[in-house]
Antibody
């Protein structure tokens, strides 16, 4: 059974930093592209970032480009999202999602349960 | 950037009804479109990919159609478990979601 477990969400001040983690199990983690998707409380879904199976290719939404960094450690079956210069509008539940393929045009096949990031003073 | 627009935003229906949700892309996404269901407090769940392919384990009352810029999600006989919010998403060029359609009990 595919499982994705996010962690690292917290209350952080504007301008602060945070690192989210997502540990995958039940599948060959190193074979699949992975993504982060966020959802502000009571709002819709927003794609944040995607990384290919090897980590060699990454993409970012304009809203986070230059502030967030996606990475993965395939030896630990773990996906990361390093978030810097956090703003109030980054407040959201952050979901990690597994793609059905290694890279390219992928949809979000399986999702974690989400972790809450709150940016507030 | 490709924008996705869903209609309606809220849909009131009864158990047993057939309902249709529309999704329009600002430019062609070919068949690179997925549909997700989300219930309150839960993560989204994949229903349909490549516009009309039913994800394994999803009931056959869900179906998707369309190509290019116009897409629909149809639930043929609404069940109590289907009251939720539905999102379309394009994955032709980066990834963009529609704003969501809430299906509520009439």
């Amino acid at each position: 059974e595919v499982q994705l477990l996010e962690s690292g969400g917290a209350l952080v001040q504007p301008g602060g930093s945070l690192r989210l983690s997502c540990e995958g199990s039940g599948f060959s983690f190193s074979t699949y592209a992975m993504s982060w998707v966020r959802q502000a409380p009571g709002k819709g879904l927003e794609w944040v970032s995607t990384i290919s199976y090897s980590g060699g290719d990454t993409d970012y939404a304009d809203s986070v480009k230059g502030r967030f960094t996606i990475s993965r450690d395939n030896s630990k079956n773990t996906l990361y999202l390093e978030m810097n210069s956090l703003r109030a509008e980054d407040t959201a539940f952050y979901y990690c999602a597994k793609a059905p393929y290694s890279s390219g045009r992928v949809y979000f096949h399986y999702w974690g349960q989400g972790t809450l990031v709150t940016v507030s003073s | 950037d490709i924008q996705m627009t869903q209609s309606p935003s809220i849909l009131s229906a009864s158990v047993g009804d057939s309902v249709t949700i529309s999704c329009r892309a600002s430019q062609s996404v070919s068949s690179w479109l997925a549909w997700y269901q989300q219930k309150p407090g839960k993560a989204p769940k994949l229903l349909i990919y490549k516009a009309s392919s039913l994800e394994s384990g999803v009931p056959s009352r869900f179906s998707g159609s369309g190509f290019g810029t116009e897409f629909t999600l149809t639930i043929s006989s609404l069940q109590p478990d289907d009251f939720a919010t539905y999102y379309c998403q394009q994955y032709k060029s980066y990834w963009t979601f529609g704003q969501g359609t809430k299906v509520e009990i009439k």
